[in-house]
């Protein structure tokens, strides 16, 4: 009986030790990346649900929330013809306030990926069309394949969000003195790469969204649904995105 009972009294011990380490491990995480924390736990903040998995500003106008709800389901249907369907389900902060956006992003626009699931962060320049499918693509790439080469990543949300695709042969020429200086997008491969890649990072958007664009007239919506399958079945990213082009 004794015996048991230092048992027990061995596991509360245990358990509180587990539970002050996971508290001090939470607490340092939200020191270390408190935007992302702040997003994670946005359903306990004074932020408003207006839809499942979508919070606004609690002061947010109601004609400007039906006006968000509707450009959603734009956007979703943007991305919805890309990729046949909608699988991610992202939770989406969108702020009409700068302050607000502060609490979860840097910028202006922001797709995480965490241990909450996506979440997508969007602040007063980003509450459009453009910018949500364009995050939306984001979310659905990442949901379907996983991380991919961050000049691929941007490419496609560039190429659905529609933002340069009028001007971009011109654009391109420009950047590429016709095609004879090809950018080299093996050094694009990360975000980070990818954001000092060049001087003026919308040059760096443009030719990822050139490039995939490109690549995607080229095999059409039925070469690019073998493409995502050849990646979800664990094949290399370049091998089968050159195997298309």
Known sequence: M???????????KIIAILGVLLCIATAGYAAAAPQLT???????????QIAP?????PHMSTKKQGILLRDIHTARERVSRLFGSIEAEPVLILSDSIDTLRRYTSGS???????AGIII??????????????????AELYH????????????LAMMVDGRYTE???SNWNQMTNNGKNQPDF?????????????????STYMLSCYEVTRWYKRIGNHGFQDFLKEIENGSPFIPAYNKKR
């Open 186 to 202: 093996s050094a694009m491969d990360t975000h980070r790469q990818f954001e000092t890649a060049n001087k003026d990072i919308i």
């Open 121 to 138: 962060v969007l602040g007063p320049d980003g509450l459009n069309v453009p910018i949500i499918s364009h995050e939306l693509t984001h």
């Open 144 to 155: 379907r394949v996983g991380k991919v080469p961050a000049w691929f990543d941007e490419g």
């Open 38 to 48: 702040n997003s994670m736990l946005v359903r306990w903040s004074d932020m408003k």
């Open 2 to 12: 004794l015996y048991k009972l230092g048992n027990i009294k061995l596991c509360y």
């Open 109 to 115: 626009a922001q797709t995480y990926s965490s241990a």
């Open 167 to 169: 001007k971009l042969e």
């Open 53 to 57: 998995d979508i919070y606004v500003d």
